[in-house]
């Protein structure tokens, strides 16, 4: 095990959302599965009670507590995308299965969790700063999926 990884906590279906991500993102798989050795507030014995799983490198574990703690804005993976073909596919495959779209890249998962797409183009156009920067962010804050095109087209102003 990593000496540092993320937890998530899941309700019940972190297995579920590992071999998603493990579909649907590079560098991803769905490591060693742990069952519960006893009841506990959010399942039975027996259970799924954590899974270890990596996300682009990153090294993850979800944990099926229950219903008690919900996912927030307040932590996301931030997917930096090539092109407008890459950021189609992973917004949509996260749309598509049950996510939801939000605002300036940002989407969200079935299970509530946060997921920002981002592509290169735009992360590049904020560290110009200046001019540069304010266009493409100007022009960020209209869309909800980014238009790798229309960033572009900002940042030639």
């Known amino acids: 095990m990593a000496k540092n990884t993320i937890c998530l906590w899941y309700n019940h279906d972190a297995e ?35 899974v270890e799983f990596t996300v682009c490198g990153i090294p993850c574990l979800g944990l099926n507590g229950g219903d008690i703690f919900k996912h927030n804005e307040a932590f996301s993976f931030q997917i ?4 407008q073909a890459e950021t189609d596919r992973y917004w949509n495959a996260i749309i598509n299965n049950g996510g939801s779209a939000s605002a300036c890249g940002w989407c969200k998962d079935k299970w509530g969790l946060s ?14 700063g ?17 238009d790798v095109a229309a960033i572009e087209a900002a940042v030639r102003g």
Not at 23 to 48: C, E, I, L, Q, Y
Not at 80 to 83: E, G, I, K, L, Y
Not at 130 to 146: C, L, P, S
């Open 80 to 83: 930096a995308t090539d092109d």
């Open 115 to 128: 997921w920002q797409i981002t592509p290169r183009v735009l992360t590049e156009a904020m560290v110009q």
């Open 130 to 146: 200046g001019d540069v920067a304010k266009r493409a962010f100007d022009a960020m804050m209209k869309m909800q999926k980014i």
């Open 16 to 50: 579920e959302a590992a071999h998603f991500y493990a579909r649907t993102f590079p560098d991803s798989s769905v490591g060693a599965v742990h069952r519960a050795p006893s009841d506990f507030p959010g399942g039975k014995a027996g259970n799924v009670l954590t």
